[in-house]
Each structure stands twice: as structure tokens, then as C-alpha cells.
């Protein structure tokens, strides 16, 4: 069994973590989700930790076990996910956005279950909070702000995009329609787009490990506000 020990880069920093799906009610029985199983976000969780930060993983419903000494707050949908992220972002350092929001929530919450008719059914959906978007308005010149794109077309523009819109410095971004690259797997593919307009083309390796090279990437930003 591997015993890897910490190696305190981020020793006195506070890592804010989202991870997992979100679930948007539309009755007592039902909900809108995707596919999102919190793999890179815990993955990073677990690394932060080692790394010697103090953690704190805002997750949606998910299967995994909690990373051992990171503070684990739950919730389900986008709003619960926008507020717990905004209670912890004036004291952290950095904010590393995995989660897979979703960008709409039925504008009815039904209060009882929907019972079939006859002919179609519409569902009338209005969009969430974008907790990267907002917190990007509120980042104070010590904080880092790293987000995810997970995207099947032009990967490259859109992960600009997101970096001015956001305010984030890094996007990691994915092209999930590449093999080992998707949700549920355990490798991950990514290109690491960075606010001073240098990329890093990442090969196939293990989420863990695509981890360990974003909080690497995070501590030299982190170390450069220090100096
Ligand atoms: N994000 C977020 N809140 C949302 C939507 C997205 O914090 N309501 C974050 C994600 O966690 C990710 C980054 O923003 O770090 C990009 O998410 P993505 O879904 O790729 O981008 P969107 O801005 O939602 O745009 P689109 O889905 O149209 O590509
Ligand atoms: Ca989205």
C-alpha cells in the first residue's frame, strides 16, 4: 500500500472545494442532475490536505467516501452549493471549482408528486446562480480562482472565455468525448489555461495525479502574492 506523506506547499492556506453534481427539485420525487460523480473534486480534496492545507469541500450527493481531514458540507442544489461557497470564500485562499452546476432549475417546485396526463408535458426551467461568476466578482487580489470546463466542442475558446468571465486565473479544461477524459473514470485529459495566456497540455494520467499538478500550479500563484 502506498504511504505518502505531506509535503506542507500549502501549509497555512485555506482550499474551497465544489465537487459533485447538483440536484434541482421538480417534485417530491424527482429532480434534474448529471452525470458529475465528484471524482477530481475529491481527488484534489485529498491532495490539498496532504499538501498541508486546511480543506473545505462543498459536495452535492455523491457515493464517495470523505477525504479524511477536509471538512466535508453537503448539500444538493446549485442555491445550497452558491451559499455554503459563499459563507467559506472570504476566509480561503484559493477556490477550485469541480462541481458540475446546473445551469437551470425547474422555475416550479411542485409540492406534490406530478401525476401522468394524457400528451405532452413541458417543464419551464429559469437559470441558476454561476457560484464561479459570483465569487469571481468578489476575488481580493490574494485569491486564486481555478474552474473547470468540461467541453465537446472548440475546448480552447471556450476555456478563455471562461477565464476572463469567471476572473478566474486557471480553467482546466476537458474534452469529455475523448477516451478517459469523461465523467466516472479515474484518468483525466486536461489542458491547464492560465490567466497570462501560457498553457499546459497535460497527457492521460490519473485524476489523483492531474490533482497534485493544479495545486501545484495554485501554490505558485499563492506563493507569488506572499512575496
Ligand atoms: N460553475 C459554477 N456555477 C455554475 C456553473 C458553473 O460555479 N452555476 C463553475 C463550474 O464548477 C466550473 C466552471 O464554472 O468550474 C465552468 O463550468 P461550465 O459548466 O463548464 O461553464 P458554464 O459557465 O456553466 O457555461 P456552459 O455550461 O454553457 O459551458
Ligand atoms: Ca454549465
Not at 464517495?64 to 472570504?90: N, T
Not at 441558476?128 to 487580489?141: P, Y
Request: avoid cysteine.
Amino acid at each position: 500500500q502506498f504511504f505518502r506523506t505531506k509535503n506542507w506547499e500549502l501549509s497555512g492556506k485555506t482550499v474551497l472545494i465544489t465537487a459533485g453534481p447538483t440536484r434541482e427539485k421538480i417534485d417530491p420525487i424527482r429532480f434534474l442532475t448529471n452525470h458529475s460523480t465528484g471524482k477530481m473534486g475529491y481527488a484534489i480534496a485529498e491532495e490539498a490536505v496532504r499538501m498541508g492545507a486546511k480543506v473545505i469541500l462543498v459536495s452535492g450527493p455523491v457515493s464517495l467516501a470523505p477525504p479524511k481531514g477536509a471538512e466535508l458540507i453537503e448539500v444538493e442544489s446549485a442555491e445550497e452549493m452558491y451559499r455554503a461557497a459563499l459563507e467559506y470564500f472570504a476566509k480561503a485562499d484559493a477556490l477550485i471549482g469541480t462541481a458540475a452546476v446546473a445551469d437551470y432549475r425547474p422555475k416550479y417546485i411542485q409540492k406534490d408528486k406530478m401525476k401522468k396526463k394524457e400528451g405532452e408535458q413541458a417543464l419551464e426551467l429559469e437559470r441558476t446562480k454561476d457560484i464561479l461568476f459570483e465569487l469571481g466578482k468578489r476575488k481580493e487580489a490574494h485569491q486564486v480562482i481555478v474552474g473547470f470546463a468540461a467541453e465537446t466542442t472548440e475546448i480552447e475558446k471556450h476555456a478563455i472565455g471562461k477565464l476572463a468571465r469567471k476572473n478566474a486565473d486557471l480553467i482546466i479544461a476537458n474534452d469529455v468525448k475523448q477516451k478517459g477524459a469523461g465523467f466516472g473514470v479515474d484518468t483525466n485529459i486536461v489542458t491547464i489555461y492560465k490567466k497570462d495566456g501560457s498553457k499546459l497540455e497535460l497527457p492521460l494520467m490519473a485524476k489523483t495525479e492531474v490533482a497534485r499538478r493544479i495545486l501545484s500550479e495554485v501554490s505558485l500563484l499563492l506563493k507569488r502574492d506572499d512575496s
